[in-house]
Nanobody, 115 residues
Framework: QAQLVESGGGLVQPGGSLKLSCAAS????????MSWYRQAPGKQRELVAT???????TYVYSVKGRATISRDNAKDTVYLQMNSLKPEDTAVYFC?????????WGRGTQVTVSS
């Protein structure tokens, strides 16, 4: 059974940094693209970053230059390093795996950026 478990969220001051982790299990992690999404209160879930099986990356414009998505195929884990955090980055961050036409989601980890 495919499963994703996020960790690393928390409360951080504006300008601070966080590194989110997503541990995958139950599928061939290395061959599938992995993504991070986020959902702020009252807003739709939005794609933040994607990393392909070949480690190519894409980012939503609002986090470009501040976020880095990476993967460790030996650990079946994908990461999202977020720097220079802003209050508008406050959201629940979700890990996603697209297994052909099936989306697998984690339960999310809360990131709150506030002074």
């Amino acid at each position: 059974q495919a499963q994703l478990v996020e960790s690393g969220g928390g409360l951080v001051q504006p300008g601070g940094s966080l590194k989110l982790s997503c541990a995958a299990s139950g599928f061939a992690f290395s061959v599938f693209p992995m993504s991070w999404y986020r959902q702020a209160p009252g807003k739709q879930r939005e794609l933040v970053a994607t990393i392909t099986s070949g480690a190519s990356t894409t980012y939503v414009y609002s986090v470009k230059g501040r976020a880095t998505i990476s993967r460790d195929n030996a650990k079946d884990t994908v990461y999202l390093q977020m720097n220079s955090l802003k209050p508008e980055d406050t959201a629940v961050y979700f890990c996603n795996a697209r297994l052909n036409s099936v989306d697998i989601w984690g339960r999310g980890t809360q990131v709150t950026v506030s002074s």
